[in-house]
């Protein structure tokens, strides 16, 4: 199988089929993504405030990747190999914006050095926990920005995505045209000042075909949970979809009815927020998470 470099030039705004890729692969091959943070690598110091739009735009995917062989019904199962985070990366607030948009009356932006797996917030230390906050492929039809999710995946900022996690997701176009960027250093479920501990990686993904998998909608798999997924500009309809998700998983993999799988899900799954910055504003993503013990 061979390996492939997408250079930090190579990004997106949007997942859109009519974007020419970036590189093609055949299945099984692994992809080296060299990412941008969500400024394009505009915020250098503390002094760098994000009170003004950016240029080009915000949120960057590396890609489009041309999977040969893929077509609408396929799936592309992702296995994020590994993430190679920068040095340094950045929090920030936003005046006017976030869950507390009320109460931030100012910008601030803090650079923010990540040694070793251990962030440095001034003298605080904590352990990093690197994420994916967009994966997915170009979408039928309109492209769609990758600050937004959707059934094609996208800025999702589930922190399942990680290390050793497996990601399947719909081709809806020839070639699926998967992008992947904005990593986080860490985030809090919620993201609830819009801006993670966003910083510039390298992740290594192998990308596997699953023809005529005929999958909806994203799925997450890790070691020890299966994730579904739900988006949506309200919480309440974005919880539902992720549940909506997990019902029909536990249903199809443990052969139960569904009042079984729904008592059962009352019981043993949770429903998580992933993103919820801007409630009403901004759209909401969210998880459905069981454990693999439960669900093979
Ligand atoms: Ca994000
Ligand atoms: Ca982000």
């Excluded at 966003?198 to 990308?207: D, G």
Aim: hydrophobic fraction near 40%.
């Amino acid at each position: 199988m061979a390996s492939h470099r997408l250079s930090r030039q190579q990004i997106v705004y949007r997942l859109d089929q009519s974007i020419p890729p970036a590189v093609e692969i055949d299945p099984g091959d692994t992809v080296y993504f060299e990412t941008y943070d969500a400024r394009t690598g505009s915020i250098l110091s503390d002094d760098d405030l994000l009170d003004h739009p950016h240029p080009v735009g915000s949120n960057p995917a590396t890609g489009p990747v041309f999977v040969r062989g893929a077509e609408p019904g396929d799936g592309l199962c992702v296995t994020i190999e590994s993430i190679d985070l920068a040095e340094s990366g950045f929090l920030a607030v936003k005046k006017g914006e976030g869950l507390l948009a009320h109460r931030a009356d100012h910008f601030a932006t803090r650079i923010v050095p990540v040694n070793d797996g251990v962030v440095h917030f001034g003298d605080l230390r904590f352990p990093a926990n690197p994420m994916v906050g967009v994966i997915g492929t170009a979408p039928a039809g309109d492209g769609i920005s990758t600050s937004f999710a959707g059934p094609h995946g996208g800025n999702m900022d589930n922190r399942f995505i990680t290390q050793g996690s497996r990601v399947h997701l719909p081709v809806e176009v020839e070639g699926a045209g998967l992008g992947i960027g904005d990593i986080h250093a860490a985030m809090g479920d919620g993201e609830i000042t819009f801006i993670g501990l966003e910083i510039c990686a390298e992740v290594a993904a192998r990308v596997d075909l699953v023809k005529g998998a005929g999958i909806r909608r994203p799925l997450v798999e890790t070691d020890h949970h299966w994730v579904t997924t739900g988006e949506g500009d309200d919480l309440g309809d974005a919880a539902r979809m992720a549940a909506n998700e997990m019902v029909d998983l536990l249903q199809a993999r443990l052969e139960l009815s569904f009042e079984e799988a729904y008592m059962l899900m009352s019981a043993a799954v949770d429903v998580q927020i992933c993103q919820c910055c801007e409630p009403g504003e901004f759209p909401v993503t969210t998880r459905a998470v069981v454990s693999r013990d439960l669900v093979p």
